[in-house]
Each structure stands twice: as structure tokens, then as C-alpha cells.
């Protein structure tokens, strides 16, 4: 819908040196014939008119205390300090040109305006926004609103663990609940069948800030060669404004005496957001009345992903618990530790020349610490988080479906979401719509969109591959620092000195690895939002839902691959293609591939996953609480000159703005942890943990810092959580694999195995709990050091003595074999094995999600038949009174009728 066609658009470039709007005499006769003539006018719609602050520091009224403030709009008007610069006066003149005109045509649509003086004497002007009912009513019909009719009658169904769950609600008493109410999309010829009781209430404040920032964001500026420039993005974004937002309704920590004031972020802070209230379940209610639909599925999912997090928690627990009581009897680790055994195998270098032999029994405390998570229950809880994050899925889509109807958002996509304004602007290009057959614009031809298309498929594919760049350069790094550390260390060393030494190169290489594979993801992911930003704006979405579900695939991907890429390094391909010894294996013909630690990759992808999972959640944490409350505290010392009364709007100014992008970052933040918790949990049971410790703290620092430290958003509608949802989706998908190639291939699993029961397995009917006897041996092949090519031969430690072979990890024939050195039999036994397995067990778990996934629908009974006698009692309610009244007037009309029969009948008798 156009509001500001070429006959009512005031022309803002016609404007006289001093800041006064040249208005034509057309314009005034087909603009302001509601207001009087211009000349009376001119004054009035120049700007807001300047009051003085009436010294109410809870008010949400207009100084005539009628009037509710239902936005805030805040600029630095030079003029009001003591010293300006005469450099900056040409730039002020044209902001104030702008910001008069943009002004005066907020007033052209109806709005109220009324500006005050900042009480701190800091140059700050606010204006105040008011939107009036008659703009309320006009635009919550532009914009598909639904607004009540009737008050719900149906009955409420009572859960089994209602009396559970009331333990940890808050008290109604404390938040009473909301009154249900059907609804229907507002329109004003139908004003009579909405359900109004007083129209101070009708729209709620959630609503009438959503009217008004709507309204905002449609209104011109300036028109200039033919291009209007309108919105209050742009002017934010110009600096012609400084903030706008809505009110919070009263300080978070004292509740206000104003009895129009219901005091819900009072309430949300004690109730919701209050450390002590960390045990209480969520008043989703009250938090989406107060911050809109968008933040309330947020923290709706967040607490339902929480939940479901406490049964994986569980269950990785006991796994851990498990592993960790069955090292005890962990036979191969015994055999590493055992002075005679591990002790005694020397084990080949894993460099050129640089690197020395070593004692396999080095490895001993590693071997240890595998053994808690190389286990048996560990491949029970990759087959449980398959099924675990299918059924998380299932059920919150069928939560989900319960809040869109609770909520009113079950059609919202389709009636109520209206085009960016951005989109709106460039509709340059007619196309005929093939449903309704008519002429429509559009901002650009197929063709066109095809190009852009292509343009930003190719700018996201250039990132994500600079990335794989920088993760190759990384192990290169790796690479390089492990020779230059591995040629420093002492050649003439004993075999106790070699054990507490042989660890200093890989501990080194891997923390300066470490840092600065994070200097670099920090690096990446600065740059790259604002690349992602920047291509999503080009490709022009048409709804801001369209905008952001493209951002968020945009941005996953990137932060898929920064964050995942070293862990899918270790699990699948660190170590598994280096060759031996006698022919090691190079990247760039140079660099000798990197084998795994001593204690495994296993072990290391469990420490990656640790460091990052707990590091990243610390940051995070650390960050979202300190960098909003040192700002906010800086602001409130650098206003704190002046002991006075500050208003509300003042006090709002000086917490922190939210982003353009919302809840984004937090989405991103939980999504990714969701991906640690699915995709490598075969290597980590104790991730589910991590995350739920983690989770019931973000809950808690999300709600305190919106509630305390942060404007009030402005509140939006939502369906659902948009792109996330198929994206977890697909996540979920690849989880199976990854968790089942890592028992495959990273972990010892599948050759402990086959090793049981090819040598070792027990006679029927006898136990012996010794039967992994020799598993060291038999996963350890010979080589000879007289093997070793001149260009890689290592210097021989004193400790050496006459060995004439060295041992490592493979499954090759010895040296004197007709085949020496080419893999042997059991390693085709074991391949098969290990593909057998990932076969089997992806099929097993696919099968199963298959089966949860047809059980459980999508939305239940119960919300089907609540969203279908909805809709009847609405069409019900609707039209029958008009069906009634339509019947009432023809049957006054047959009665005129009859009448004026009986009357002509009666005249030619007589």
C-alpha cells in the first residue's frame, strides 16, 4: 500500500535558507484541508512543539497527562549549546531541514508530537510520539492485526503434571494470568464486533509501538531526483537522529505508584530475570505481551531446548560414570602402563629427522583417560542422541504450533507481515501476478533476480573457502613449529627424561596453534557479519522474516565452518592418511601429514571439544553481562553531573540500543552449541552437561539483560523461529553420520572388536576377563630402521642401544615378508568392520527417527480442534449479526412494501 503518493507528498527539497517549508498552493488545498490554512498551520507542522519537562520522572503521558507516549524519537540540537562549531553548522542546517520535514509528515499521518529538552543540559532533544485511535484503527487494518472479539469459552484440558509443574510457576497472585480472548484481523467497518471494554486498553502497548514504529518507517524525508528517501533507519543511520524506541513502563527495580502502570518489567525483572528466581518456570505470557511474539518464542524454545537437555544430561552422565569405573578393567590401557609391555616398545618417530623414538608407555595416563570415553556405553549414547534429538525436534514443533495458537500468529505470515520498506522503495519493474491475474511491481525482472542470486551464492562460497584456507594454513603452521620445537629438544637424553620431554613440541604447537586459529575466527567472524549484512541487503528480501531467514542461512554456514572445521580435521582426517615411516605421506610434497597424539584423535577431539564448548560459554557469558553494564555505567557517570529529576525517556536513552538484528546472535550462539552437543557427542557424553549448566545461566542473563540493560525492543509478531528450525533439522541428520563415523573410524572400537573375536574370544559357556590379552601387540606394526630413507633417518638417542626396529600404529606386514609392509589381512578385516558398523548403525537410527517422526504429529488433537472452533465461532460471530441485520432491513423493506400494497388496494375500493 502507497501512503505517500506523487499528489500528497511533500516536496522536502523546497525549503528556504532558513529552515522554513515552501508548500505550494496545491499541495496545501489537498493535504491540510483538516487543519486550516497554511499560514495558520506552517508553525504547526514545522516541528514537535517544545515543552518543558513537568517533573514526572515515571510519566508515560504527554505533559497534558492524556496522551500515552508510544515511541521516543531523540536528536542533539546544536542550537541548545553553549559552543559550535562554525564547520558544523552547514551540516546541522541540512539535518534539521530533513528533520523538520520528516516531522511535519508524521503529523500529515496523524501522529501527535511533543518535544522536550534533555535535563542534563546536554543538547538532547526528545520527542515524544503519540498515536491518536483513529490512526490506531486505520493502520491495525493496513496491517492485519488481530484484535479480540470474544472472550475464549472453550474449556481448558487439565495435565496430568499440572501439579508438578505449579510448584515451579510463578504465583497468579504475583502475575495474573491473561484473559483469552478469539480473534479476527481488525477492521473498522466491523468496529461494533470487536470486543471493546475502554479504548485506553484496546490496543495494548506492545501494539500501538508496533503502529507507530510501522508508521515511522514509511514516512519521507526528502524527495530528491525523483527518488524518495524516507524511514527512521535511514535518518538513524545519517545521525540526524540519535535513538528511537519505545518506553519501558517503569524503572526494573521499583515498582511505579501510577495506577495506569501495570508494572510488568517490574514483575519480568523479579520473577523472570532476578537470580533467585532461577528455578521458576518462564511467565512466557507476561514476556510476550511486554517484548512481542519474536522474544517470547525465543525464550519459549530456549526453555524447551533446556528441558530436553536435562534427559541427555542423564544419560551422558551415566555413560561417563560408566567409562570411568570400567578403566579400572580397561585390559589394553594395562598393557600400555605395564613397565614390561609398553615399556618396552619403542615406537618409530612421527617426523623427519627432528623427532626421536620414544616409549610407547609415555602414553600411559592418555591411554587411561581414553579408556573413560572409548567405551562400550559410549556407542550406547550416540544410538540415544540420534533418537534423543529426533524427539526434541518433534515436540517442539508441536509446542510450537500450541503457542502459534495461543498467541494468534497461526496465519501471521500470510495476513499480517507487510514488505520491507527498502523493498517497497525500488518496486520500479510491472509483472502480472499468476494468481490474481493483475499488474504488480516489483524491484527487479527474474532475470535480474537470477543475477543476484548468483552474486551472493558466489560471495558466500568465497568465504566459506577462505576459511577452509585459513584451517589449511593452520595445519601447515602445526606442521612447520612441531619440526622447529622437535629439533631444539636434547638428543642425549635417558628413557624417564624422553617421557616428561617428548610432550614439550606438541603442547607447544598446539596452544600457539590454538591462538591463533581464535585470532583468526575472531577476525573472520567481524568481517564477515558485515559482508553477510551487506549481501542479504542486495538481494532485496521482500519481508523482514524473508531478510532474516537468509542472513541466518548466510551466517550458519560461515560459522558452521569456522567453528566445526577443526573438529571434523581431528575426527576424520588427522592421522588417518601419513603412510609409514619408510614412506611417509606430505602436504605440498614438503610438510609430513600430522599423526594423532599419543593418546589417540579421540582423545584430542574430546579436549577440542571441551576447550571450545566451556571457553566459548565463559566468553559469551562474561561478555553479554559486562559490556552492557560497563556502557550503561559509563553513561549514567557522564549524566550524572547534574543531580536532577530525569524523566522516563531520559533514563531509557542511557541504556544500551538493540541491534538491527535483535535476537540473532543469541539464536546463533545456541544453535551452535546445539551442533557441539549433536555432532560429536560420541566423543564427549559429557556435552549435554555442559549445556544444560550453560543454558540455565544464558536463560537468566538473557532475561536480566534485556530487562535491565537494554531499550525495550519493539515488539514483533513471529510464527515461528524461522530458518533455525531447518537448519537444527539438518543437523540433526548429519549428527547420525558424524557420531557414527567417529566410533568407526576415530575411535578403538571397531578393532578391539574384531580383535575379540578373531583371537581372543572365550570357549561357550566360560568367562575370562583377560581376553583382550595382546590387543597392544597386534594393532602395533614393525619397521626396520635400516628402512628409513637418508632424508628422514633420525639420530638414534643414547638410550637406544642395538634396536633394530621401532613399532607403529598400522596393520602392515613386517619387514622379510614377501608383502612387507603393505597392509595385511586383518586391516581389510577391520575396514570392513568399521564400514559394516556405520552402515548398520545409520541405518538402525534413520529407521527409528523415521518411525518417532510419523508417530508423533506436528500438532496435536487437542490444538486442531481449538484452531478449528476458532475459526467457526469467528465466522459465526462475524456474519451472522450482519446475516441478522441484512434480514432485519429486507423484512422492514417487504413490510414498506406490503404496506404500500394495502394501502393502494384500500384507495381504489374506496
Request: overall charge neutral.
Amino acid at each position: 500500500m502507497a501512503f505517500h503518493n506523487d499528489e500528497t507528498s511533500l516536496e522536502l527539497d523546497e525549503m528556504s535558507e532558513d529552515g522554513e517549508m515552501i508548500v505550494s498552493d496545491e499541495m496545501e488545498q489537498t493535504i491540510l484541508p483538516a487543519y486550516g490554512t497554511m499560514q495558520e498551520n506552517v508553525t504547526r507542522f514545522h516541528s514537535a512543539e517544545m515543552v518543558e519537562f513537568n517533573q514526572n520522572s515515571e510519566s508515560l503521558y504527554f505533559n497534558d497527562d492524556q496522551r500515552r507516549i508510544d515511541y521516543i524519537l531523540v536528536y542533539e540540537d546544536e542550537t541548545l549549546k553553549e559552543q559550535t562549531k562554525s564547520t558544523k553548522k552547514t551540516l546541522f542546517l541540512k539535518q534539521k531541514k530533513k528533520r523538520q520535514a520528516y516531522e511535519s509528515n508524521l503529523i500529515r499521518n496523524g501522529l501527535q508530537l511533543e518535544a522536550t529538552k534533555s535535563v542534563s543540559n546536554d543538547g538532547l532533544v526528545f520527542v515524544k510520539v503519540h498515536a491518536p485511535w483513529e490512526v490506531l484503527c486505520t493502520y491495525a487494518e493496513v496491517m492485519h492485526i488481530k484484535l479480540p472479539i470474544q472472550p475464549n469459552d472453550l474449556k481448558q484440558k487439565r495435565s496430568a503434571f499440572n501439579w508438578f509443574t505449579k510448584i515451579f510457576s510463578v504465583s497468579e497472585d504475583v502475575i495474573k494470568p491473561e484473559q483469552e480472548f478469539f480473534t479476527a484481523p481488525f477492521e473498522q467497518d466491523r468496529l461494533t464486533d470487536f470486543y471493546i471494554k475502554d479504548r485506553d486498553s484496546f490496543f495494548t502497548p506492545a501494539t500501538r509501538s508496533r503502529i507507530v514504529q510501522f508508521i515511522l518507517s514509511r514516512v519521507e524525508y526528502a524527495v530528491k531526483d525523483n527518488v524518495k528517501k524516507f524511514g527512521i533507519n535511514k535518518l538513524l543511520d545519517s545521525g540526524i537522529y540519535k535513538a528511537a524506541f519505545p518506553l519501558h513502563d517503569c524503572r526494573f527495580n521499583v515498582k511505579s505508584e501510577d495506577a495506569r502502570c501495570v508494572n510488568e518489567r517490574y514483575l519480568l525483572y523479579r520473577e523472570w530475570a532476578h537470580p533467585r528466581s532461577f528455578y521458576k518456570l518462564q511467565p512466557l505470557d507476561l514476556v510476550r505481551k511486554y517484548y512481542g511474539e519474536k522474544v517470547g518464542i525465543y525464550f519459549a524454545w530456549l526453555g524447551f531446548y533446556t528441558r530436553m537437555l536435562l534427559l541427555a544430561a542423564i544419560v551422558g552422565l551415566c555413560c561417563f560414570l560408566y567409562g570411568y569405573k570400567s578403566q579400572e578393567s580397561c585390559t589394553w590401557s594395562k598393557e600400555v602402563c605395564d613397565p614390561n609391555i609398553g615399556g618396552s616398545i619403542i615406537m618409530c618417530p612421527q617426523c623427519d629427522k627432528e623427532c626421536t623414538y620414544w616409549y610407547l608407555n609415555i602414553t600411559c595416563e592418555s591411554s587411561k583417560k581414553l579408556c573413560i570415553f572409548d567405551s562400550f556405553g559410549t556407542l550406547v549414547f550416540a544410538v540415544f542422541m540420534g533418537i534423543w534429538v529426533t524427539l526434541f525436534l518433534e515436540f517442539w514443533k508441536r509446542r510450537q504450533a500450541e503457542l502459534e495458537y495461543e498467541w494468534d500468529t497461526v496465519e501471521f505470515l500470510e495476513q499480517e507481515e507487510q514488505p520491507l520498506p527498502e523493498y517497497e522503495a525500488k518496486c520500479t519493474h510491472v509483472v502480472v501476478n499468476p494468481i490474481t491475474q493483475q499488474e504488480e511491481h516489483v524491484p527487479y525482472t527474474a532475470f535480474g533476480k537470477c543475477l543476484r542470486m548468483a552474486f551472493c551464492t558466489s560471495a558466500v562460497l568465497f568465504w566459506i573457502l577462505l576459511i577452509v584456507a585459513s584451517v589449511v594454513g593452520i595445519i601447515v603452521y602445526r606442521l612447520s613449529v612441531f619440526l622447529v620445537f622437535s629439533a631444539t629438544l636434547p638428543r642425549h637424553i635417558n628413557g624417564t627424561e624422553a617421557i616428561q620431554k617428548y610432550l614439550t613440541p606438541q603442547t607447544a604447537t598446539t596452544v600457539t596453534a590454538s591462538i591463533i586459529s581464535f585470532i583468526i575466527i575472531m577476525l573472520l567472524n567481524m568481517v564477515y557479519e558485515k559482508v553477510a549484512i551487506m549481501i542479504t541487503d542486495f538481494e532485496l528480501p521482500r519481508t523482514k522474516s524473508e531478510y532474516e531467514n537468509s542472513l541466518t542461512t548466510k551466517m550458519f554456514l560461515f560459522q558452521f565452518v569456522n567453528y566445526y572445521s577443526s573438529c571434523f580435521y581431528i575426527a576424520f582426517f588427522k592421522g588417518k592418511f601419513v603412510g609409514y615411516p619408510g614412506d611417509p605421506v606430505y602436504w605440498f610434497g614438503r610438510f609430513r601429514n600430522e599423526e594423532c597424539d599419543p593418546g589417540g584423535c579421540l582423545l584430542e577431539l574430546t579436549t577440542q571439544l571441551t576447550i571450545i564448548m566451556g571457553g566459548k560459554a565463559i566468553w559469551n557469558n562474561i561478555q553479554e553481562i559486562l559490556l552492557p553494564w560497563i556502557k550503561n555505567l559509563i553513561a549514567r557517570c557522564r549524566s550524572s553531573g547534574i543531580e536532577t529529576i530525569k524523566p522516563r525517556w531520559e533514563q531509557d536513552y542511557h541504556l544500551q540500543p538493540v541491534g538491527k538484528l535483535g535476537l540473532f546472535y543469541e539464536y546463533l550462539e545456541m544453535v551452535i552449541q546445539f551442533g557441539f552437543v549433536t555432532l560429536f557427542v560420541a566423543s564427549f557424553p559429557l556435552a549435554p552437561l555442559l549445556a544444560l549448566v550453560n543454558n540455565l545461566l544464558e536463560i537468566r542473563v538473557d532475561a536480566w539483560k534485556l530487562t535491565t540493560q537494554f531499550r525495550r525492543m519493539v515488539p514483533e509478531k513471529a510464527q515461528h523461529i524461522g530458518a533455525w528450525q531447518p537448519i537444527m533439522q539438518g543437523v540433526a541428520i548429519l549428527a547420525v553420520v558424524t557420531n557414527a563415523m567417529i566410533i568407526a573410524f576415530t575411535s578403538d572400537m571397531i578393532p578391539r572388536l574384531v580383535y575379540y573375536w578373531s583371537f581372543s574370544v572365550p570357549p561357550f559357556g566360560t568367562h575370562d576377563s583377560n581376553t583382550m590379552q595382546g590387543y597392544i601387540n597386534s594393532t602395533l606394526s614393525v619397521f626396520s630402521i635400516s628402512n628409513f630413507r637418508n632424508e628422514s633417518k633420525p639420530v638414534p638417542p643414547d638410550w637406544f642401544g642395538t634396536a633394530t626396529t621401532c613399532r607403529y600404529r598400522d596393520f602392515r606386514y613386517p619387514p622379510g615378508h614377501e608383502h612387507q609392509y603393505e597392509h595385511s589381512m586383518l586391516y581389510w578385516h577391520v575396514i570392513a568392520a568399521k564400514l559394516s558398523f556405520l552402515i548398520v548403525m545409520e541405518h538402525i537410527v534413520y529407521f527409528i527417527k523415521f518411525i518417532i517422526s510419523y508417530i508423533i504429529p506436528d500438532i496435536s488433537n487437542e490444538t486442531k480442534e481449538k484452531i478449528k472452533r476458532e475459526k467457526y465461532l469467528i465466522q459465526k460471530l462475524l456474519h451472522e449479526k450482519h446475516l441478522k441485520l441484512v434480514k432485519k432491513q429486507m423484512g422492514n423493506l417487504a413490510d414498506t412494501i406490503l404496506k404500500g400494497v394495502n394501502n393502494v388496494t384500500v384507495s381504489k375500493l374506496d
